[in-house]
């Protein structure tokens, strides 16, 4: 049975990456079958907290209408349809078309009479593969300009299901924030490892990630990393028991944790004895027991 | 006359874009008219440090959702066959729903053959108008959680942030955007006057820096770097700079790793408050001087 996690948190820098690396070598180590999956497709960092070289393997398109103007009657379905108007079409004329603004669902050419409309194949991102550490690495990249990274997330998901079996554990790194792609990176996981971070505004993106995981049913296991920045941890206890979520690790604030994520290596790898480097073992056991 | 936007983004999250623009828009609320702006939709926390009450809050209703009539589904599979987003699933031989993923796109109601399904506007997020504990008008963008329409609510606030602008009578907008480079930090940009990109020097964040400029580059919007916990990683310093040089990007200034800042954070105040002595509050009021030159010699004239 291949486990499936997720590591989120919310709030933007919080280490969601460091500990998704540094687990996914924890687990290695244990003699597991890891692969590490990049769903931060904006801002994707797994490769260079890896300092791995990643390899296409393919690229993703999304639909984009392509009207050929010798089929089209001009009969309007097409912009009727287009719920956010990317496409408007008015008296005798061809409909016009704003690319920055379609959303690719295809409802156009699903109502073309004439069938005028085609895929033109628009480029969203691309999915790569890569490894380090005993690791594996998949991991997708939006086009930079591209709004929305939901077509990457899909195809990462999807290459995901089709290789999982042959992997122990499946660790997904999202992207921070709240919003759909997270809630489609997290989709199908046993557990959301939440990482955070002791302050104010940690304990407030967390309690939105906690609200998010809640509507999917998926239960969420709260980390606290940099612990020690600040004199309390109480923000985020308040927010573990109104949840009635646990508090599984604290990861101290650790000076070899910046050295060896400057230098582009896993502390893990680099300092196996600091701090942050017993922390995250003593969190791979944990999970190793959540996942039992 | 529409007020100057100033939008402060990070492709790399917790690099400190509320921190600089707290202290920020503190500062420059001593010699001009000023609004917050909080438009990082997903995880909005300037209104925490600048005391933000909410006096007004408006829901908008940026987004669709389809909305399944049960009764009527045949559980045909033929919607969830042409569900781009993953929201509808046959699972064993029964239609499954995530509202979640649903974008509104409407695909699934037209392929529906017994019309079972209603496409409806829904709301997706709240904008909250307020003031800041010390005076000056803020104005913030909440995504509902799971909500698709960043974008929207990030353009609605910006909206509203210019009307309160304008019954201030303020120039500026300073806006504190999210992180990553898609849709919400697209819209944050999108009509802005200048982009202030905040990084740290390690080896993730130069690379998402990398994609921040290349988003303020894309809108063709005058920009320039703050480095904070500048001096975290000294090598890595160098090479923000080197980037900076071949890039031909003005560094607005450097921020010193400083352990009042997350004493600050604790506390819910603006380091320029907290510890105006500090080394970090001493550099973000000298990047308060420069932000200054920049609005009087680059912003007002655009």
Redesign the interface.
């Known amino acids: 049975m291949t486990n499936i996690i997720a590591v989120s948190g919310?709030?933007?820098?919080?280490g969601k990456?460091t500990v998704a690396v540094n687990l996914a070598i924890a687990l290695s180590k244990k003699k597991y079958k890891v692969l590490l999956v990049d769903a931060?497709?904006?801002?994707p960092?797994v490769h260079?907290?890896m300092g791995a070289s990643r390899e296409k393997i393919r690229d993703v398109y999304a639909?984009l209408p392509v009207i050929d103007n010798e089929k089209c009657i001009k009969c309007g379905e097409c912009a009727k349809?287009c719920?956010i108007h990317a496409l408007i079409q008015a008296g005798d004329h061809y409909p016009v078309f704003f690319p920055e603004i379609c959303?690719?669902?295809?409802?156009c050419a699903?109502?073309c009479p004439t069938k005028a409309i085609s895929d033109g194949q628009k480029l969203m991102g691309w999915i790569y593969s890569g490894h380090a550490y005993g690791v594996d690495l998949l991991m997708g990249e939006?086009k930079?300009?591209?709004?929305?990274?939901?077509a990457v997330v899909?195809e990462l998901k999807e290459e995901v299901k089709k290789i999982m079996a042959n992997y122990d554990w499946v660790i997904i790194d999202t992207?921070?924030?709240?919003?759909?792609?997270v809630?489609?990176a997290i989709?199908n996981s046993k557990v959301v490892l939440a990482v955070t971070?002791?302050?104010?505004?940690g304990s407030?993106?967390l309690k939105?990630l906690i609200?998010?995981t809640n509507?999917?049913g998926i239960p969420v296991k709260i980390i606290i990393n940099r612990a020690g920045?600040?004199?309390d941890e109480k923000?985020i206890k308040k927010v573990a028991d109104e949840t009635k979520s646990e508090i599984i690790a604290s990861i101290p604030y650790d000076d070899f944790a910046?050295?060896a994520?400057?230098n582009?290596k896993p502390v893990l790898v680099e300092y196996p004895n600091a701090p942050s480097s017993v922390a995250i073992m003593e969190i791979a056991n944990i999970v190793e027991e959540i996942c039992k | 006359m529409t007020a100057k936007e100033i939008v402060i983004i990070s492709?790399?999250?917790?690099?400190g874009k509320?921190t600089l623009s707290s202290s920020l828009v503190l500062e420059l609320s001593k010699h001009i008219s000023i609004v917050a702006v909080d438009t990082d939709v997903?995880?909005p926390?300037l209104g925490?440090v600048l005391g933000c009450n909410a006096e007004r809050t408006i829901p908008v209703q940026a987004s669709?959702k389809a909305f399944i009539d049960f009764e009527k589904c045949i559980n045909c599979g033929l919607c969830a066959k042409?569900c781009?987003?993953?929201a509808l699933e046959m699972i064993d031989g029964k239609l499954h729903f995530?509202y979640?993923?649903c974008?509104?796109?409407?695909?699934c109601s037209?392929?529906c053959p017994v019309k079972a399904i209603e496409?409806k506007r829904v709301e997706s997020g709240i904008i909250k108008i307020g003031k800041s504990r010390y005076g000056f008008p803020c104005v913030t963008g909440e995504?509902y959680?799971?909500?698709?329409a960043?974008?929207h609510i990030v353009a609605s606030a910006k909206r509203f942030a210019q009307m309160e602008a304008w019954k201030h009578k303020a120039e500026i907008l300073l806006i504190d955007g999210?992180?990553?480079?898609?849709?919400p930090?697209?819209s944050s940009v999108t009509g802005s006057h200048y982009v202030i990109l905040v990084t740290e020097?390690?080896?993730?964040a130069l690379?998402?820096l990398d994609?921040a400029v290349?988003?303020a580059r894309?809108f063709k919007i005058p920009h320039g770097i703050v480095i904070n916990k500048s001096d975290?990683?000294p090598?890595?310093r160098d090479k923000v700079y080197k980037y900076a040089k071949t890039m031909n990007i003005e560094i607005l200034g450097e921020i010193p790793y400083d352990?009042k800042v997350?004493?600050a954070?604790?506390n819910?105040r603006p380091i320029i408050e907290y510890a105006p002595n500090s080394p970090s509050a001493i550099a973000i009021k000298e990047i308060g001087l420069k932000v200054r030159e920049i609005i009087i010699h680059k912003i007002k004239n655009a």
Do not use: M, Q, W
């Not at chain 1, 919310?10 to 919080?14: D, E, P, S, V, Y």
């Not at chain 1, 971070?197 to 505004?201: D, G, L």
């Open positions: 919310g709030k933007g820098g919080t990456t931060d497709a904006d801002a960092n260079i907290l639909f349809v719920r959303t690719s669902c295809g409802a699903l109502v939006l930079l300009g591209e709004a929305s990274a939901a899909v992207s921070p924030g709240v919003h759909c792609d809630l489609r989709i971070e002791p302050t104010p505004f407030h993106d939105r609200t998010l509507v999917v920045i600040v004199a923000v910046i050295r994520y400057a582009g | 492709a790399k999250g917790g690099v509320t997903d995880a926390n925490i669709e042409h781009k987003e993953g995530t979640y993923l974008e509104g796109c409407g695909v037209l392929v496409i995504l959680v799971g909500e698709s960043s974008g999210p992180p990553g480079s898609s849709c930090t697209i020097p390690t080896p993730a690379s998402d994609r290349g988003i894309h975290l990683v090598e890595f352990k997350p004493e954070i604790a819910e």
